[in-house]
């Protein structure tokens, strides 16, 4: 008797919920299962948080508490539940009352989420107030980040404050057991955007039949522009060559591949292999891109994704999206609407002013986009997801760490493939993709986001970080910003951050190995890194080997023209003048002779930077192997070499490993033997990939050995690891070997995650 007396002893609890719990259906959540368990009380947002306060049988409370713990709803995030006792009110039933305002608190603005099945049947069902509406959402679906200019996450802090709600959607947003319960951007065709198909004059063609009209521009091969979610795209028919042809050179992208839109999983599979992992990213609330393996290529343009066996896909993630589609307009290229390196455009005027030169059309509507999100691209290796591009469906979600207290840092990332990082206590949030600083417009758009994650995250910056590189665009950013916030710059050498990111991503402590491959670095020693094994922590690193150095002759140009570092590789491999008769000869029909004579000659008379790139390296086979000479978009020959290679065994000596360098000259000697005696360039590029492999997982056991106190933990990190052959090699023969290997899943292996691995070192560094 007195157990049960006491379960049912009356109890009255305040609990403060925090993570990301606003715009994902919580409050109603909240009201449904008190009002199931019969407890009376009140729940409300406030900034960072949902308040509760409960008050019933004591079992009844827990019960609450038990279920709230392990079965939140769908799209929340609990980071943290507090629990109080407090004085019984006797409150009357249950209710969700407006927001309260509060103090300092975390972002739990949650991420703009894809359309979903609920809401996708209305859609459809010509019986339904949402018929063929393309803004029809809930609080399951719908836009978040793109709309939302402060918190709490109520309609008046969003762009949906422009558009009244008619009686009706008023109706289902005030009544706690409709899905569309304070679903902000709720709408309907009486009071919500609407759509509009223009011309590249911003001449209205058409609003009432707009879906019908888009079509029949489509068929007919035309280019047009869609405002989307978080901005716009540039679309064609991906069956029509000549419009992607056409698409292609007025956007000035040649060869990089264009990604796809597909009506559905049927269509995905008609075309790449979809393993049950890819068909739940594709269909996931975040909808990313998901890189596929292509096993049917009839029907699609071949200038998709030229030199390539695989292809960027994703569904519809927005009734708009979904209302593309007709029977025979199954897949269309679905790319970004910039100019190549530019911002996305995301405003109406922007758009027609800018992309007039690529598009013939414009599909358009009223709904403002406040924050700039591009799609996110991810792949599946070995089952495992990986971020290539954390944004859409991600951003603006924290990442927990168990870095050491320390002050706030602001880090600003890198110059390509640009993301910063807040990190505040213990959560990391990172920025959306803002891409290369190099244009003045992406700096602007820097600073837009920049200021928007502040304002949401009530980030003050106490620290902050750059890279430290002497000429990068993100430096001077990080100098601004250090002067408006008067906060200490923390410079981090660019591969000490990558190694840095793995570390902070998995809660790493103490000292590891790290195995750093990408493209350019600036190192301690002024010279272009790229191939390095570091042993270190947060405070610092010693560079334990590395790969020798090569003549990278004519800079940045370099990076364009491929060929170049194929030359600098057979001069470095087989001495000057017999290095200049091979390159003579293998690039004699590519390359002017005069133009190849007077690079060499540059080699002799001048001295060029130097670099241990792992890029580079790749960059330079292939451009030996005839496979890619020229780039035309970052990382294409090693990209295109990785795409062609043949499994194969590594050469035998085919790296000489001297002390602390990992030399590559006997590795390019079999590679131009075998060129020369014939072998297909798509086997020995197999052969080379598997002889950097081995080289890597060779030096990096020898650190491992030399240094005891890494206890055999082994990172990888850095844009070539992106080469799925290449990262599973490498971490397969360290595990062998014992080592416990870690690596990327919450943010990208390339620069997209430089700035958290900037951030971690900021905040230990700082204190």
Known sequence: MAVGAQADKPRAVEIRVTGTVQ?????????SLASRLGLAGEVWNSSGEVGIFLEGPSSAV????????????????????????????QPDGFRIVPSRESGSAAVTIPPDVALCDDCCRE???SQDRHYQYPFTNCTNCGPRYTIIESSPYDRSRTTMRSFPMCESCEGEYEDPTDRRFHAQPTACPACGPTVWLANRQGKTVTSRNWRQAFQSVIRSGAIVAVKGL???????????????????????????????????LEVARKYCSVSDREAALLSSPEAPIVILTRTDDEGLAPALAPGLGTLGVMLPYTPLHTMLFADDIPVLVMTSGNFSGLPLAIDNDEAL??????????????????NRCDDSLVRVVDDEVHLYRRSRGWVPLGIKTALPAGPAVFAVGGDMKNTFC?????????????????????????????????????FEAEVVACDLHPRYHSRELALELARKRGAPLVEVQHHHAHMAACMAEND???????????????????????????VGGYEGFSRASHLRYTPLIGGDVAVREAWRMGLSLLVDAFGYYEGSKLALDIFGRAVPEAKLKAVLNLMRTTNPPRTSSCGRLFDGVSALLGICRESTYEGQPAIELSECAEPAEPYEDGIDQVSTRIDQRPLVRRVIRDLLSGEPPAVIAGRFQATVAAALVSAALEAVERHPETRGRVVLSGGTFQNAWLFKSVRDGLIDAGCQVFYHSKVPTNDGGLALGQAAVGRVKGR
């Open 230 to 264: 978080g901005g716009f795209h540039l679309c064609c028919d991906a069956r029509n060559e000549t419009a992607v042809r056409e698409l292609r050179r007025r956007k000035g992208r040649p060869h990089r591949p264009l990604a796809v839109m597909v009506r559905d």
């Open 353 to 370: 002013r800018t992309l007039a030169p690529v598009a013939d059309y414009f599909l358009l509507h009223n709904r403002e986009i406040l």
């Open 508 to 534: 790493l402590e103490g000292r590891v190995v790290g195995i750093i491959c990408d493209g350019t670095g600036y190192g301690t020693d002024g010279q272009i890194w790229g191939m390095e094994v570091l």
């Open 23 to 31: 715009g994902v259906g919580f409050r109603p959540y909240v009201f």
């Open 422 to 458: 807040l990190l505040k206590d213990d959560t990391a949030f990172m920025g959306p993709h803002v891409g290369d600083l190099e244009h003045i417009e992406n700096e602007e758009a820097f600073r837009a986001a920049a200021h928007r994650m502040e304002v949401l995250t009530s």
């Open 123 to 125: 859609v459809f069902d």
């Open 62 to 89: 827990e019960s609450f508490l038990a279920e709230l713990r392990d079965r939140p709803p769908r799209l929340a995030r609990i980071t943290s539940l507090e629990v109080r006792d407090v004085e019984p009110r």
